[in-house]
């Protein structure tokens, strides 16, 4: 999501569009948005989630609290935390410029009368929603689909509990990064979300690009 010589010049908010600022999302688009997403929410989520496990852990020693509560809670935590931070990741995203490209929210898909909309917290909100519900669903059908043959393989093989957590925890990664680039590929880019249009749009031309100056004139002196 190659910067081409020349770009159109971008909109801004409230300005009446032209259809052609409009850029078809691609696959590499999709990639480039769901990369700027996954990183940075897997990291933040992983630390919060970590501090959460010394947290329970301590509780654990510490307190009279039932074990299952202590279990059930370390294992919500990763996707509570994931998801929360989702929201402002998704926030930050729809004002980020990306090397070709950013992304813009319209009143509607790309035309001559489009406007441009404020990316606000509600509408990143109703993103976020978009995003999350639809990446639970298809993640848990994934896991559906996966888990026979996954079944059948450690059976054929026994591997050790180790092994086996290491391949679980892999496929669950595996699972949720290619349902999540679905779902912003599919679901997301170029789509109407409630009141607007999730569009891809160029940069603006650099406003400090001077002009060059005109040669001097010489006057032949008489």
């Known amino acids: 999501m190659l910067s081409s010589p020349e770009m159109f010049n971008a909109l801004d908010a409230g300005s009446t569009g032209s259809a052609a600022e409009y850029i078809q999302p691609t696959l590499n688009h999709a990639l480039r948005v769901w990369w700027a997403f996954y990183w940075r929410t897997s990291i933040i989520s992983g630390v919060l989630s970590i501090a959460a496990g010394y947290g329970l852990r301590q509780l654990y020693e510490n307190t009279a609290l039932p074990a299952v509560w ?13 998801y929360f931070i989702a929201i402002f990741v998704i926030r930050g995203l729809l004002q980020k410029r990306f090397k070709q490209f950013r992304i813009a929210l319209c009143d509607q898909a790309i035309t001559d009368g489009s406007k441009l909309l404020e990316p606000t917290f509600p509408r ?16 848990l059908v994934a896991l559906v689909i996966v888990s026979y043959p996954m079944g059948l393989t ?32 599919s679901n997301i880019l170029d789509e109407d979300i409630g009141d607007f249009h999730v569009t891809l749009l160029p940069h603006e031309r650099a406003s ?10 010489v006057v032949p002196r008489g």
Do not use: D
């Open 70 to 82: 202590i279990a059930w809670a370390g294992r919500i935590s990763p996707y509570a935390f994931f």
């Open 124 to 139: 990143a909100l109703r993103v976020w929603w978009m995003y999350s519900w639809r990446a639970a669903i298809y993640g």
């Open 154 to 185: 450690l059976g054929l093989f026994a591997p050790s509990p180790a092994v086996m957590g290491l391949f679980g925890l892999v496929l669950g990664i595996v699972i949720a990064a290619g349902v999540g680039l679905f779902v912003i590929y």
């Open 208 to 217: 400090s690009e001077a002009p060059q100056p005109s040669p001097a004139v």
